[in-house]
C-alpha cells in the first residue's frame, strides 16, 4: 500500500479566498498542471504563461483559496465571452482545486467570492464548459445554483494527455444571477 503525505490526509482549515495576485502564479500554475494532466478539467496541454493568464481573465474577479495548512488549494477566474457591447455582462469562468483539497468545500468558497464579485460589479451570466466526466465539477455548480443549458456534442478534439486523440463533449453550465439585470 502506498504511503500517503500529510498533504494528501490533511483537512482543509481556516480557509479564506482572496484576490488572485501575480505573487500566487507557482501555486495557482501547480493546480492548473494537476487539472491539466488529469484529462478532464481543459482542452488545454499546457499551463500558459502568467503573462497570457493575466492579460485573458478580469482582473476583478480571480480569487485563491488559501487553508491555513495546506496553503494555496484552489483558484477561480472569469474571462468575458464577447467584446461586443450587449454582452459585457456575461462571463465564463474555470475553477481548479488541488487534489489534496477535493471534496471539502473548496471550489463552493471560490464559486461564492466569484458570484460576489461579479453581481458587485453588474455582471449577470456567469458561465462554463464542463466535461461530463468531470461529475464532481457539475455537482458543485450545480449546488452553487448553475443549470445545465445544454450539451455540446464532440466540440473539441483532445491533443494530449490521457484522453488524446478522443472528441468530447462539453456540458455547458450556466448561473444567471438573482439580483442583477
Not at 8 to 16: G, I, K, M, Q, Y
Not at 145 to 165: I, K, S
Amino acid at each position: 500500500m502506498p504511503e500517503t503525505s500529510p498533504r494528501d490526509t490533511a483537512p482543509v482549515t481556516a480557509l479564506r479566498t482572496v484576490p488572485l495576485a501575480a505573487t500566487h502564479w507557482p501555486w495557482v500554475a501547480a493546480v492548473y498542471a494537476a487539472g491539466i494532466e488529469e484529462g478532464h478539467a481543459t482542452f488545454e496541454t499546457e499551463v500558459p504563461r502568467w503573462e497570457d493568464f493575466d492579460a485573458a481573465r478580469l482582473a476583478d474577479h480571480r480569487f485563491v483559496a488559501l487553508d491555513a495548512d495546506l496553503g494555496l488549494v484552489g483558484w477561480v477566474a472569469c474571462s468575458p465571452t464577447s467584446t461586443r457591447p450587449v454582452y459585457r455582462g456575461v462571463v465564463e469562468h474555470s475553477v481548479y482545486v488541488d487534489p489534496a483539497a477535493r471534496g471539502r468545500g473548496v471550489g463552493r468558497a471560490l464559486l461564492d467570492a466569484l458570484v460576489a464579485s461579479t453581481e458587485a460589479a453588474g455582471i449577470w451570466t456567469i458561465q462554463s464548459g464542463i466535461f461530463p466526466e468531470n461529475v464532481a465539477s457539475l455537482a458543485l455548480h450545480r449546488a452553487a445554483g448553475f443549470v445545465e443549458v445544454g450539451v455540446r456534442r464532440r466540440l473539441g478534439l483532445m491533443r494530449g494527455g490521457p484522453c488524446d486523440g478522443r472528441w468530447r463533449d462539453v456540458v455547458l453550465m450556466e448561473r444567471r444571477s438573482e439580483v442583477v439585470g
